[in-house]
């Protein structure tokens, strides 16, 4: 069979800012950058507290310098962003039955904010409770 | 009366899509298709697009309506208010003349998920019945609302971007049949590749575009937690089959 000639479109460099859907996915998939950047920082922090005094103490001085104190809160506001657009389209991949009913997805949302504040809670506690 | 711009595109004569405008009536009752159809039949016959059955269910109208993939035969001019309305051919495919787009490879993709029910073992007599419960016909059942119009495919910007990706509307075809309890089949091999599920980025356009509420989106990411499951299960001595 041959094949119909045909035009065949160019997908445009900036097809992303096309769309606000589009946008709001590619800044949601940016954000992984700053949740690598969080893991990471949270790695040496704690590589830091068990080396002694000295390597906590200078990583402190490290983490109170302006520009990592601007990097980390850059890297909160991606955080949060990229965790709330998460878990907002976890029900889209997770289909709950209970007994039949189909649990709906703010409720599946919902749940999964929940937990995440309740962790977040927890884990503030924990730290600032010193 | 109402300005559509509609994008041309003839082979031979134009080197890409130019756009042209054509002033239709503007009735309430009318949708961007009865304006196109306004147009072939009263101010250039030349114009070429696809249209069947003008109530939503043969899939055959979908177009580019003001930069958003739509059935037009579901769309009205009154939800344009004054205009212009601009009609293009569906993103992401080739276009072949006008509004009409090449919709082969999607076809193939379709034919690839096997989508049909697979037995294994013995047959049932062709006399015999395949019986369902309610719960089990409602697993499926949103899934197969597809009708085909391709909007999905228009909408993913993964498709335009990657075009040996699966697609939406074929790997909720396979699901269709991997959640219907009368099949056997296995489509672990086709779904779960770079080219399948793992390629879908989750955008979730293609479920805001269904006219049918079909969320193919939601029936890409559940894919993604059985083939997820199914690999773990494989890696395990005691989980292989």
Known sequence: MTALPSYRPRVHPLWWARRRAYLVFVLRELTSVFVAWSAAYLVLLARAALAGDAEYAEFRAFAGSPWVVALNVVALAATAFHSVTFLNLAPRAMVVRLDGWRVPGFLIAGGNHSAWLAVSALVAYLVLRS | ?241
């Open chain 2, 1 to 241: 009366m109402i300005t559509l711009q509609v994008s041309r595109y003839r082979p031979g004569q134009d080197a890409e899509p130019v756009f042209q405008d054509y002033e239709v009536p503007l009735r309430s009752d009318w949708a961007v298709l009865d304006g196109l159809a306004h147009i072939k039949d009263h101010l250039d016959g030349t114009l070429s697009f696809r249209w069947s059955c003008r109530m939503g269910i043969c899939g055959s109208c979908g177009m580019t309506v003001n930069g958003e993939p739509r059935l037009t035969c579901g769309t009205f001019l009154t939800d344009y208010g004054e205009g212009p309305i601009r009609v293009e051919p569906l993103r992401g495919f080739p276009v072949i003349r006008d509004l009409v787009v090449d919709i082969d490879d999607v076809l193939a993709k379709l034919a690839h998920v096997k989508p049909w029910l697979i037995r294994e073992g013995e047959e049932l007599p062709l006399t015999a019945e395949y019986t369902q419960t309610p719960a089990q016909l409602e697993a499926y059942k949103q899934y197969s609302m597809c009708i085909n119009c391709m909007l999905c495919y228009s909408a993913c910007p993964v498709y335009a971007l990657e075009p040996d990706f699966l697609g939406p509307a074929a790997i909720a075809l396979a699901q269709r049949y991997n959640l219907d309890s009368r099949d056997q089949g296995d489509r672990f091999d086709l779904l779960a590749t770079d080219e399948g599920v793992w390629g879908c980025t989750f955008v979730g356009e293609c479920t805001s575009a269904c006219p049918k509420h079909v969320d193919p989106a939601e029936a890409i990411q559940r894919y993604k937690l059985t083939a997820a499951l199914t690999s773990v299960r494989n890696l395990l001595p005691w989980g292989r089959s």
